[in-house]
């Protein structure tokens, strides 16, 4: 274990609010080594045997409903947060400030895991007991800066904090989410007469009591089940779908991931997700419109929306993935276009189909993040990056006031620097 005894600094552990890389940017700006502390030692931290409680009551008289985090102990369960670094008292002694220490918390030193490896000793702030109050609620803003954090927390420890949000609250941090590298992952959905799998089914005789569920095969059957149990959360919190609704609302969400599939021989984990995600952004204004139709007695498991004519569709729920891109840029969600140069495109028709589909697929995946884990800055060139897919070396650059990537050049890893030397 690191102890912080044994070091120039120390180490903050932030659940709550600090969590948000910005909230630490406003309240220490001009303050540059305390920033370049903040930037440079930001880690993901586990504490365990406590939990995660919003009952720490404001002392603001118009927010006596709101809580704000505190911890409390618990055997079983655990808390993750940000852990930040610090070689100077100035961070600490500044954070008692804004915390209302001693009066409203309490320093403690606790064990975190840093990062899933070692253990570090860091202060960890914890409500005093005449401040806390319980049956309050966190507001959405609040839990905003704690997801804020998402890029290192847990994709269980995310969809426990977005749980406190609105249905419509939960379905914009859903569609945040698409800007990650990585979609979250559960077991394959079934349920509401609905099966997402990655095989097919069997072959049925028809003969059972039950009609048959309607299928989704996908080799991304994990991402998109996740969605699903995702947005069965959101719309189960406001009650906004019951037992009779249920069927239509997951047979239409099936429904749509069925047609982009069909439509894209080349879909990616994150478009299907965001076709899915976009349906359900139509299907909520529809509830909340008093819009929303299905079939209150159906024949096997028919739904209204397998006798809806798609074609008829102009600007509401999935279309194409042409129109959901553009549905979720004009959301601001940073979704990019593809230039592929002519060089590229002839190479990759002259790979045998199974490499040339694997490598498209990569390639696709830029429009959602240009930036996935694996990228790499191309040495000797600013400005330019490169991904790897088996043998293969996909080298681009991204015009952010654009929003475009330009893929430059693809070619064998071994061969990729001297093609592009001569590009240049």
């Given amino acids: 274990m ?63 409903k709101v809580a704000y985090a505190n911890i409390e102990q618990s055997e079983n369960d655990i808390v993750e947060g940000v852990l930040y670094y610090f070689e100077t008292d100035d961070f600490i002694k500044s954070l008692d400030k804004y915390e209302g220490y001693p009066e409203h918390y309490r320093r403690e030193s606790l064990s975190i895991k840093k990062n899933n490896k070692e253990t570090v000793d860091a202060i960890v702030y914890i409500a005093n ?24 927390l847990s994709t269980d420890y995310i969809d426990m904090l977005r749980n406190h949000l609105t249905t419509l609250g939960q379905l914009k941090e859903l569609e945040k989410v698409l800007e990650l590298s990585k979609l979250g992952q559960k077991q394959e959905w079934g349920g509401a007469d609905v099966v997402i799998s990655k095989s097919p089914p069997l072959q049925n005789n028809g003969h059972g009591f039950y009609p048959d569920p309607r299928y989704v095969v996908t080799k991304y059957s994990f991402e998109l089940s996740w969605l699903f149990y995702s947005l069965r959360d959101a719309f189960y919190k406001e009650k906004l779908i019951d037992g009779c609704s249920k069927i239509e609302f997951f047979g239409r969400l099936a429904n749509t991931a069925d047609r982009c599939i069909r439509k894209n021989t080349n879909i990616t984990a994150h478009n299907l997700c965001a076709a899915v995600l976009h349906e359900a952004f139509a299907i909520y204004e529809e509830i909340v419109e008093g819009d929303f139709n299905y079939l209150s007695i159906a024949i096997g498991n028919e739904i209204a929306d397998d006798y809806t004519d798609k074609s008829l569709r102009t600007d509401t729920g999935f279309i194409g993935i042409d129109q959901t891109i553009s549905f979720f840029k004009d959301r ?44 790499k800055h191309l040495a000797g060139y600013p400005g330019y990056y490169r991904i790897d897919i088996g043998d293969y070396r996909i080298c681009y650059t991204i015009c952010n006031s654009k929003d475009v990537v330009q893929v430059i050049l693809v070619d064998k890893r071994d061969v990729v620097y001297k093609k592009f030397e001569r590009l240049h």
Wanted: with cysteine.
């Fill in 2 to 64: 690191e102890n912080m005894n044994n070091q120039k600094g120390q180490y903050y552990f932030a659940y709550g609010k600090n969590m948000d890389f910005s909230v630490l940017q406003e309240r220490w700006k001009g303050e540059r080594k305390i920033l370049e502390n903040i930037i440079n030692s930001r880690s993901h931290g586990i504490l365990s045997h406590y939990k995660l409680v919003f009952n720490k009551k404001s002392t603001k008289s118009t927010q006596k």
């Fill in 129 to 152: 007991k005449e401040f806390i109050k319980n049956g309050l609620k966190p507001d959405e803003e609040y839990i905003n800066h704690l997801l804020a954090a998402k890029d290192l």
């Fill in 332 to 375: 601001g969600v940073n979704i990019y276009d593809l230039d592929i140069t002519k060089k590229v495109k002839d190479f990759l028709s002259d790979l045998d189909p199974k490499q040339c589909k694997q490598v498209a697929i990569r390639i696709y995946e830029l429009r959602l993040n240009p930036k996935p884990q694996d990228y």
